[in-house]
């Protein structure tokens, strides 16, 4: 498998947008779009997939038809791919890609968080088409009604984000956990630190000299990095509910399925117009908009991100196999 930032140096172009900040010390994460459309796949638009990496992981995100195409036309891998968060039960993708792996003889397990019926739809075909399957498949539900923590490790939670859809739908943020302080380098030094006691000030503690000197933590250290947190908002109405837990987040996926003239469609089929998105991102301020899940009738997504800007400025567009980092 190529390392990451060497297949992101090779992608780099028109496919690759930075979001990083000046001064966040480079990428940590990356975002890629493999599927951008809404029900209806198009020439240009698979539906709904992403693949988020963050701190040397791999989480996919939806699973719509033609995510495995899209996986291998962009030379991802998925070796470290070990949890898809489904957000609700348009997975039609989903099938193929587990048959996938147990054709390449994949060992290790699949976790899957999603809505609970999707284990009572998923079981028969497994049992038809995945006999003696080599992984085992374990299914965590959530409910879309709650906001909790689903998924948790030494440094990344994941949590659920109440949706408004005619069916059970709950979006995703992931967060990383806030890491240890930086030690400065010239402090070393010039206090003599050793190396065995580094750990312990980068975790907070102060240094106290072999005169018996104690040294203020926040004088040899600086801030940790702080954490990166994305939020996945997809097969939603608009909804201010949603507002409290993502605020402020780095980067937010939110649909925008129609453009404003089709407003009263989006209202009967409860999901979200492009402004409606902006609307969301400026009201709970996030620093980054991407707006997708596009309806196939739009063959031109120009009106749709010129709409979101005029609300929200710093709007991008999702496209298949784009990839932004963080």
């Not at 949890?83 to 060992?107: A, C, D, P, Q």
């Not at 999603?114 to 965590?140: K, N, S, T, V, W």
């Not at 201010?240 to 980067?251: A, L, N, Q, S, T």
Request: hydrophobic share 35%.
């Amino acid at each position: 498998q190529p390392n990451i930032q060497t297949f992101m140096t090779r992608q780099a172009g028109n496919n690759t947008i930075d979001l990083t900040p000046h001064d966040a010390g480079g990428q940590r994460g990356y975002l890629h779009i493999i599927g951008s459309g809404s029900a209806l796949p198009t020439k240009n638009n698979f539906p709904s997939s992403q693949m988020l990496e963050l701190r040397n992981k791999q989480f996919m995100i939806d699973c719509g038809e033609g995510t495995q195409i899209r996986l291998r036309q962009m030379g991802l891998k998925t070796n470290r791919l070990g949890h898809l968060f489904i957000s609700t039960l348009h997975v039609f993708g989903l099938m193929g890609l587990l048959t996938s792996f147990g054709m390449l003889n994949r060992t290790s397990d699949v976790a899957i968080h999603a809505p609970r019926d999707l284990e009572a739809l998923l079981i028969p075909h497994l049992r038809y088409f995945a006999d003696g399957c080599p992984f085992q498949i374990i299914f965590q539900p959530f409910n879309p009604a709650a906001s909790e923590i689903i998924y948790e490790d030494r440094s990344v939670q994941v949590s659920t984000i109440p949706l408004k859809h005619r069916v059970p739908s709950g979006g995703f943020l992931f967060e990383e956990k806030t890491g240890d302080r930086h030690i400065k380098r010239d402090m070393i030094d010039f206090y003599q630190i050793p190396t065995w006691k580094i750990l312990k000030i980068k975790q907070g503690e102060d240094f106290v000299t072999d005169e018996g000197e104690t040294i203020p933590n926040e004088v040899i250290t600086t801030p940790p990095t702080p954490p990166i947190r994305y939020a996945y908002c997809s097969d939603t109405a608009y909804s201010e509910k949603i507002i409290p837990i993502i605020e402020g987040v780095d980067c937010l996926y939110h649909e925008a399925t129609f453009a404003e003239d089709e407003a009263l469609r989006a209202r009967q089929t409860m999901h979200s117009t492009a402004r409606q998105a902006a609307e969301i991102a400026r009201k709970a301020q996030v620093k980054k908009l991407i707006i997708g899940h596009f309806s196939a009738r739009y063959a031109n997504k120009t009106v749709l991100l010129n709409q979101a800007k005029e609300i929200f400025e710093n709007t991008f567009l999702a496209e298949d196999m784009k990839t932004f980092e963080f």
